[in-house]
């Protein structure tokens, strides 16, 4: 593709769209450490956003949204770039590449038309990133490629688009295919020829960067016999895509192609997601002002990549889910706008991240907001109308005025405080709701206590605040074990949210060991007399009453009967006696766990006409249900999960190897689509506690897995006597 003109975005001023189709939004993907953000910076500096040391004006990098990141050098959050590039406004999302925050990358493709991955050229490609462009696939997102680390000692751009056209293209090798040699320079010291410009296929031309600006030449000889060995498959692929089916004909007649109908035909291909480019890019060495491949890059974003108008009608409800036509992009039309990422500012409150998918956003105006979906993760269903404070666009720590988003744009939005990510605004007057986008189920516990009584009155606030940023968090007071437990994806996740607590929202907490809800059962039958009888001056107390306990099959719960025969125990006190054993059943027998599955008989007992009264038979109750369990076996149940494990082919020995010492019982395995296999298997909850880490250590980053409650069994005795062991020390 051949060079064109551009505008470069000013610093220092917003970019604002007046029009769909001069807007680009492109999502940026690959594992932690492929170079997403350095590209980024690459990119704006290219456009002229930042100055040439890559800054924006306070001193902070462009995308550079949260301290946490600097302190972890690892993104951890979704953060929005816009730039201006041949009178185009490019929204470049960039998303975090560590699993543990897939929820932002979820979010940035639920924002974007079109992605860019990012492929190290040192590192290859890891399972997650093929795994997504799977999913990306499935929804026909328009992709591309772009190869980094190209210093690299090590690095082989040829070899890397093998390998793109290998695992991207496998359904179709010739979809997947480089637009662009690299031009490399003398060889170093070490061996190593640095990449100093490009060899353009298409256009055949050289685009030199080694001045630190683009300069474009003739090919000599060397580079021209490069270019014909490669560019016939490119114009074959590119013809194979085309509309055009006399294309081919012709070209196979001999017939040169006009570039221009190859460049037309390319950039409508990668627009319909069916043809995927393969390109290269590097960022600019000190004082440069363009980085390699860069222009190519944005060439390709903004005559290659959709525009918002592309983009199917998105289907809609009224928020009581009665149906609505589905909605288009169009400025003029009705409102509909999704939060896509919620953060907070120490200044500003809560700050919304916007895709107006129809209508026009206007900084002050009402808007409705409808909330459904997610509230099993602690996020209450909510439709409300807010005042919206300010839209601006960001850029690293900087938010620039807007004085309006229009439809298929992104904005930042002030001061609405009721809104979550994935909530969806639409007019007062005509409120709408979006389909929530899949998020992934958060599968590690995280348990809590508040560190000091001051952060006790905080946590409540703060956790609300948190869970409200981010919908892979759940947040669940158990009511079994009285534990507050964030759920979350990983280590990092768990990390990053206690260090949120504590900088953003100043809630100091501890983390606790997280408690699996056992329950007890009697092994046997078993009978117990409780005898509470005080005379100690004034109104005594006298209750007198005999039970006999016999186990029931797994889910019956507590049953109680009732045999007294003579009055023994007066009919007014017989419920205060079911009371009393009802209350020391939850509490347990045993080990301090809840009783279940018994059927407790009351056979007998004794009253006094003055002494007897409801708190002592209670009393009584709760005294003939422990002794019975002194005398009888008493079970511990552990309560037993159905698991659903999706992993690639290769990794299904490791993962049944893995159930299979955890006590794991696999009931099944099935075919899940090409080469991935779903293992279904019966495990202990306290066996997968950490099981969000261990699959993602045992199948290299590429298995997922749902898990769900079936019942409580009986745990192993010598497991079993553990617990019990660490009851009576208190741990």
């Known amino acids: 593709m051949g060079a064109t003109s551009h505008q470069a975005g000013a610093a220092g001023r917003a970019l604002t769209a007046d029009r769909p189709s001069s807007v680009r939004n492109v999502v940026l993907v690959g594992h932690s450490g492929s170079g997403k953000t350095t590209l980024v910076e690459a990119l704006a500096l290219t456009a002229g956003a930042v100055n040439r040391a890559g800054r924006v004006e306070d001193g902070a990098t462009v995308s550079d949204y949260d301290e946490i990141e600097h302190r972890r050098q690892r993104s951890v959050q979704l953060s929005l770039v816009p730039v201006e590039w041949g009178g185009i406004k490019i929204n470049i999302l960039d998303t975090p590449g560590y699993a543990d925050f897939v929820g932002e990358l979820r979010a940035g493709l639920r924002a974007a038309d079109a992605a860019l991955f990012v492929v190290s050229a040192s590192d290859g490609i890891d399972g997650a990133t093929r795994m997504v462009w799977d999913e990306c696939e499935a929804v026909g997102m328009p992709r591309a490629i772009v190869v980094t680390h190209l210093e690299a000692a090590r690095a082989d751009y040829a070899q890397m688009a093998n390998i793109c056209g290998e695992i991207f293209g496998a359904d179709d090798p010739d979809a997947v295919i480089p637009l662009y040699l690299p031009l490399h320079g003398p060889a170093g010291p070490d061996g190593h020829a640095p990449v100093t410009g490009l060899l353009g296929l298409l256009s055949q031309r050289v685009y030199e960067y080694a001045s630190g600006e683009r300069t474009e030449r003739d090919p000599d000889p060397a580079e021209l016999a490069l270019i014909s060995g490669a560019r016939s498959r490119l114009i074959e692929g590119i013809i194979a895509e085309s509309e055009d089916e006399s294309l081919m004909d012709r070209y196979l007649g001999g017939e040169d192609i006009d570039i221009k109908t190859l460049v037309d035909d390319l950039e409508r291909a990668v627009a319909r997601g069916t043809f995927h480019p393969v390109l290269m890019a590097a960022p600019a060495a000190e004082g440069a002002k363009q980085g390699l491949g860069t222009v190519e890059l944005l060439e390709l974003i903004t005559g290659g990549f959709p525009t918002p108008l592309e983009r199917a009608a998105v289907a809609v409800t009224a928020p009581d889910g009665s149906p609505r036509p589905a909605v288009t992009c169009d400025p003029a039309g009705p409102l509909l706008a999704e939060v896509v990422k919620t953060s907070s500012d120490p200044y500003v409150g809560r700050v919304s991240l916007v895709r107006v998918f129809s209508g026009t956003l206007l900084p002050e105006a009402t808007v409705h907001v409808s909330g459904h979906g997610l509230a099993d993760r602690g996020h209450e269903d909510h439709d409300v109308d807010e005042r919206i404070g300010a839209l601006s666009s960001p850029f690293g720590k900087q938010q620039r005025t807007l004085t309006r988003c229009i439809a298929g744009d992104l904005a930042c939005v002030a001061k609405l405080t009721r809104a979550e990510t994935g909530d969806t605004l639409s007019a007062k007057d005509d409120p709408l709701l979006m389909e929530p986008w899949a998020m992934p189920d958060p599968l590690l516990p ?157 056979l007998d007992g004794k009253a006094h006409s003055v002494d007897s009264s409801d708190a002592a038979f209670q009393t009584a109750g709760a005294l003939a249900l422990r002794e019975a369990a002194a005398e009888a076996r008493i079970h511990l149940l552990e309560p037993v999960a159905e698991l659903s494990v999706l992993v690639p082919d290769e990794y299904v020995g490791p993962v049944m190897s893995d159930l299979a010492g955890r006590r794991g019982r696999v009931v099944g395995t099935e075919q899940a689509g090409p080469g991935r296999t779903r293992v279904r298997a019966e495990i202990p909850e306290i066996e997968i506690g950490r099981y969000a880490v261990e699959l993602r250590s045992v199948s290299h980053g590429t298995g997922r897995f749902a898990r769900s409650y079936a019942r409580h069994e009986p745990m192993p005795p010598q497991i079993a006597d553990k617990v019990r062991e660490q009851v009576e020390k208190g741990t």
């Open 446 to 602: 995280l348990a809590i206590e508040a560190h000091s009584k001051a952060d006790e009155d905080k946590l409540s606030q703060g956790l609300a605040r948190l869970v409200a940023e981010d919908p892979t968090m759940r947040l669940e007071q158990n009511p079994h074990t009285h534990q507050v437990v964030l759920w979350c994806l990983g280590e990092a996740h768990q990390d990053v949210a206690l260090e949120r607590l504590r900088t953003r929202y100043g809630v100091q907490v501890d983390a606790v060991p997280h408690r699996v809800s056992l329950r007890e059962t009697f092994g046997a039958k078993a009978a117990g007399r409780g005898r509470h009888v005080k005379q100690s001056g004034g109104h005594g107390q006298f209750a007198i009453c005999e039970i006999e306990v016999e186990p029931l099959p797994p889910g019956s719960g507590i049953e109680f009967v009732d045999k007294v025969v003579g009055g023994a125990v007066p009919r007014q006190f017989i419920p205060s006696v079911e009371k009393g054993v009802r209350t020391q059943a939850a509490r347990g027998v045993a080990a301090g766990y809840p009783l279940v599955d018994v059927r407790i008989t009351l």
